[in-house]
């Protein structure tokens, strides 16, 4: 949905906004001050909350983008697997180094605005962009 979103106002909030971290763009720039993070996806691991909260620190304003991020769903189903369930995919959790449970962002940092759906309703982030700009320039 981003890369759809910035075909059609890429030119537009470049003038406006300094994009400082996007995989999407391939700008791997270090993480520093910014006024806004936009983050996406539940939080399951240790390594991933470290993150958001490094990015926490950074950030003036968090918006959690997309279901897994405001509601920590669907990711988060594996909370309420039976222990048959757990017993199977535990080889999984560890190899990939997963906590014992999935988490929505605002579990773990501050939210101040939140973008619900799966895949992201392109509406709401932009109303949020909106919303933020008109903010940043009042």
């Known amino acids: 949905m981003m890369t759809e979103l910035l075909n059609d106002y890429y030119d537009e909030w470049s003038k406006v906004i300094e994009f400082r971290y996007a995989k999407i763009l391939r700008q791997d720039k270090p993480l520093g001050p910014m006024d806004v993070a936009f983050i996406e996806g539940a ?10 909260k490094k990015i926490r620190g950074f950030a003036k304003k968090v918006v959690a983008i997309g279901s897994c991020a405001v509601t ?6 594996r909370n309420s697997f039976d222990e048959k369930t757990k017993q ?6 560890e190899r990939f180094n997963l906590g014992e449970k999935v988490k929505k962002l605002e ?20 109303a949020a962009v909106t919303n933020i700009l008109k903010e940043h320039n009042a």
Do not use: W
């Open 107 to 126: 579990e773990v940092i501050t939210v101040d605005a939140k973008v619900p759906g799966c895949p992201m309703n392109t509406d709401l982030f932009l």
């Open 43 to 52: 939080i399951a691991s240790a390594k991933q909350e470290k993150e958001v």
């Open 72 to 77: 920590g769903m669907p990711s988060g189903n």
């Open 88 to 93: 199977e995919i535990k080889f999984l959790i």
